[in-house]
């Protein structure tokens, strides 16, 4: 028999090679494809959803909502613990989907890349118009058409800085976190370059525009704020960011009533 550091879990001799080539490879998931291939390997003779129901039952698979996916709770766990990871029906899906159109967004995206000190209470993920996200998925979802490809962070796909400032101006309501904007706001702006927030800002509406040249300047990055300019009309609409209701401060050069960024 093998058993974990705290001899809370048992092996039986039959799976242990199994065990052993999970710890080995220390996947966040598990799925019936990686199970067969190990089985395969190490030369199990137990079907996949056999050897999957005995691991569950001795605690080192945990069930997840996706089908045929699974945690795996490695020895250093010291027992039959989830690892906490808010993402890990992502990581299941996408084990299934790796092409699944979304990406981790707006202040979900500014924590991962590490541009804020607040982790939201629930993730942000974003996806594409017409696709159906499962009911599996614990996080608070946006539909956003990005144009950056994304980033991969820690085994998932994430918003660029670019496309994270220019859809915190196009969807403010959509943006957690404005009360602490002045922490990762200019941080963020801070890593964009000129050309990657144009990519991702031309051909968007007058109001979007506005808003990101607001948040630009605001944030110190006036050569950005020049370039947004550039592209507006010469006449500009009203644009608010935040409530309508709420017209105390005024940005004359952009038409934009602010009722979200912390006041100095």
């Known amino acids: ?125 974003a996806h594409r118009r017409g696709w159906r996200p499962p009911e599996v998925l614990d996080v608070r979802l946006a539909t956003f058409e990005w144009q950056l490809p994304t980033r991969v962070v820690r085994g998932l796909p994430v918003w660029q800085e670019g496309t994270v400032v220019v859809a915190a101006a196009e969807r403010p309501a959509a943006q957690g976190n404005w009360a602490n904007a002045d922490n990762w706001l200019p941080e963020t702006f801070r890593e964009v370059t000129p050309d990657d927030v144009l990519a991702e800002a031309v051909g968007r509406k007058v109001s979007t525009l506005a808003r990101l040249g607001y948040l630009a300047e605001w944030s110190g990055r006036y050569d950005i704020a020049d370039e947004i300019e550039a592209l507006l009309p010469g006449r500009l609409p009203v644009t608010f960011l935040g409530r309508r209701d709420w017209r105390d401060r005024w940005n004359n050069r952009w038409h934009v009533y602010d009722a979200l960024l912390p006041q100095p």
């Open 1 to 125: 028999m093998i058993t974990d550091l705290t001899k809370t879990r048992s092996l039986p001799e039959s799976v242990a090679g199994v065990v052993q080539e999970l710890e080995l490879r220390q996947p966040p998931v598990v799925t019936r494809a990686l199970l067969e291939k190990i089985a395969a390997t190490t030369g199990t003779q137990l079907p996949a959803k056999d050897l999957a129901d005995r691991l569950v039952r001795l605690g080192w698979l945990l069930p997840l909502r996706k089908r045929d996916a699974w945690e795996f709770a490695p020895a250093a766990r010291a027992g039959r613990y989830a690892s906490g990871d808010p993402w890990i029906e992502v990581r299941a899906l996408l084990e299934h989907e790796p092409d699944a159109p979304l990406a981790v967004a707006f202040d979900s995206a500014v924590w991962e890349l590490g541009h804020s000190t607040h982790q939201p209470t629930q993730p942000v993920l």
